[in-house]
């Protein structure tokens, strides 16, 4: 162990016959909860009545904490922290935390020991968990995911969905656990098994796409392969979201946002959505987070939704997510359904669907009574206590939740040690052997979309000069020679975003691409252009379906991508790592069709430009054209 490490923490010691144990509330004595030996459901039993209701009302929230960039505790309030570190766990009694930027491997790790520490100093040293959005790919906006940092990276999900590899999705969310585990994160908020079926929605670059087979076999292997065979100590606890499906949104907007509050299913399509939740559940995720969309038209089995946000409807979290999934592990609710947040000069208004007029007492009391067990990103304790003290809510409903919460800590092995090894930490967290699988996955799951005999770059014509627009040409100098005009060019490498509406009004709203999918005329103009000096390789950044029919006219090629390196792609577009990605989602071929579609089942196949499951194997050399969802494929949505 090195100098800063803290494992053991200060309760560390030993029962006169030599077993050792933590010593949490300080009383010389190792009380049952105390006791390894004893299952977790003892423990709990043990525990729960020596707590206060102020202890119990703690567990129930999970709010955003921040760290220094060498791992201190914050001693003020954050960005997005509210509280200073000491204030929430000691004060308030928290012990659930969403971290977000994570300078380095090792400052995380000694960051977690001391604030594992802290936690000892409360009256029964309940251990922290630690959460955190996904953080091995490409995508940096609060409240949605973290660019990889320090951790290995690999393709968006929509880039693993498009390698339709069941085994790979395994194999990352096993890396995803042993780096989480090395720096004390323990619990995943994902995966995110929403189906994207709304082609202009913000949030499908998270998702395994629109086939609800795939999104089904892909949500099993990724709930397994982080938490293993069961919740235990080698595991990270997983929460699936958004229940019950967040796909269906109104016109693709998202319900972070008052304008995008309403999800809709004009198709009747709602159990296809819903079907990926069984999945997990089987799989055994530990947590399920409803979304805030509310359902707008719904009527299920006869009987018509309450239009409410998912999190404050009993019908759908005790009816349907409870009663018939049979689910009896911790709901946490999405962020911030309380209380508004402010942020510098940004509001975000609690996302309070349906319910805006309640009081934030009214509030929580609607979502206890609709099956919420812990509320994340508030840490309003005292409004729940004084609930509590008025008869709104019983002592009995918060022992629920805080029995379930309890129960998933002492699975995971908190209880008897939080603590991780920063030197472990360094070493496992972004190790070569990780980068390497991820940078291949990236390269392997390119979707090569349209070739006439420009790909790969390796041919004849080599050492291309290149016009190079996108990519660093320091990268594209190791596969030719760039060029500063497209006349002096042998060829145009030009990549681009997918487009979308800039909106920066709201907190968060500047990080959510959304509204129209149609490239601005002028880009489609001076790429045509370039296209008359030389053959144009175009290369787009797919977070969500663009309208690509403009560019077919003029590209010698276009490629698909869901969260590429630059290296990646130069070895997938040059040969090195052959591209074998087909399409997760459908690419549609006008807005004028995206407005007409529904937004909760996918087009007919006929209708795409290019449909789901379309990708031109080895560069289109063996005419290996795929397009999988046919007539019977869309008959699985039945």
């Not at 709930?223 to 958004?242: E, F, N, W």
């Not at 349907?320 to 000069?345: A, K, P, Q």
């Not at 690419?587 to 789901?612: G, H, N, Q, T």
Request: charged share 25%; glycine share 8%.
């Amino acid at each position: 162990m090195n100098r800063h490490d803290t494992r053991g923490g200060p309760s560390a010691r030993t029962t006169p016959d030599g077993l050792a144990f933590r010593d949490l509330n300080g009383n010389g004595i190792m009380d049952p909860y105390e006791d390894s030996r004893l299952s977790a459901e003892e423990r709990v039993n043990d525990l729960l009545p020596r707590l206060s209701l102020r202890e119990k009302i703690g567990l129930m929230f999970q709010t955003v904490i921040e760290m220094g960039p060498d791992g201190e505790l914050l001693a003020e309030s954050g960005v997005f922290a509210k509280s200073a570190t000491a204030t929430v766990v000691l004060d308030k009694g928290l012990s659930a935390f969403n971290v977000h930027a994570i300078p380095s491997a090792r400052a995380a790790a000694r960051w977690n020991n001391r604030l594992q520490a802290l936690a000892e100093q409360t009256p029964h040293g309940i251990p922290v968990t630690l959460s955190t959005d996904p953080r091995h790919s490409f995508t940096e906006s609060s409240g949605v995911a973290f660019t990889s940092g320090p951790f290995s990276q690999w393709p968006d999900m929509l880039g693993l969905a498009a390698l339709d590899d069941v085994d790979l999705v395994a194999r990352f969310s096993e890396v995803v656990r042993a780096e989480y585990r090395a720096v004390g994160l323990r619990m995943a908020l994902h995966p995110q098994v929403d189906l994207a079926t709304e082609a202009r929605w913000g949030r499908q670059l998270q998702t395994f796409g629109s086939d609800v087979d795939r999104v089904r076999a892909y949500t099993r292997a990724y709930v397994r392969g982080i938490q293993g065979p069961r919740l235990g100590p080698d595991s990270v606890a997983t929460t699936t979201k958004h229940f019950p499906g967040g796909g269906a949104q109104k016109d693709g907007e998202d319900p972070h946002f008052p304008y995008g509050r309403e999800q809709v299913y004009p198709g009747n399509n709602f159990e296809a959505h819903l079907a990926p939740f069984a999945d997990a559940i089987a799989a055994g995720t530990a947590a399920i987070m409803p979304y805030y969309g509310m359902p707008v038209g719904l009527v299920r089995h006869g009987r018509p939704i309450e239009e409410v946000g998912f999190a404050y409807n009993r019908q759908i979290l005790t009816g349907v997510l409870r009663e018939e999934l049979g689910f009896d592990g911790v709901i946490v609710s999405d962020w911030e359904l309380v209380t508004d947040n402010h942020v510098g000069g940004k509001l975000l208004p609690a996302r309070a669907w349906g319910v805006e007029e309640l009081a934030p007492a009214e509030r929580i009391v609607k979502l206890l009574d609709a099956g919420v067990d812990q509320f994340g990103g508030e840490e309003c304790v005292d409004v729940l206590a004084d609930a509590v003290a008025q008869g709104a809510v019983t002592e009995s409903r918060i022992d629920e939740s805080a029995r379930r919460i309890l129960l998933t800590k002492f699975r995971l092995g908190l209880f008897d040690d939080p603590y991780v090894d920063e030197d472990a930490a360094e070493r496992i967290v972004g190790n070569a052997e990780f980068r390497a699988q991820g940078l291949r996955a990236q390269a392997q799951s390119i979707v090569v979309l349209t070739n006439h005999d420009v790909l790969p770059l390796d041919g004849p014509r080599s050492p291309l000069r290149i016009y190079v627009e996108g990519v660093m040409p320091e990268i594209v100098a190791e596969y030719g020679e760039p060029v500063a005009a497209p006349r002096d060019a042998d060829l145009a490498l030009v990549r681009i975003p997918a487009p979308y509406e800039p909106r920066d009004d709201l907190l968060l709203e500047r990080g959510f691409h959304q509204g129209s999918l149609d490239f601005r005329p002028g880009l489609v103009s001076r790429l045509a252009r370039i296209a008359e000096e030389c053959p144009l390789v175009l290369v787009v950044d797919l977070d969500r379906p663009a309208i690509l029919a403009p560019f077919l006219s003029f590209a010698s090629a276009t490629v698909a991508c869901f969260g590429v390196a630059d290296c990646a792609l130069m070895d997938g577009l040059s040969g090195r790592v052959v591209p074998s990605g087909r399409l997760p989602v459908d690419i549609p071929r006008s807005m004028d069709d995206v407005r007409k579609a529904m937004p909760d089942y996918p087009a007919p196949a006929a209708d795409a430009l290019f449909a789901r499951g379309f990708g031109m194997q080895d560069y289109g050399r063996r005419q290996e054209e795929v397009h999988s969802a046919d007539a019977s494929d869309a008959r699985r949505f039945d």
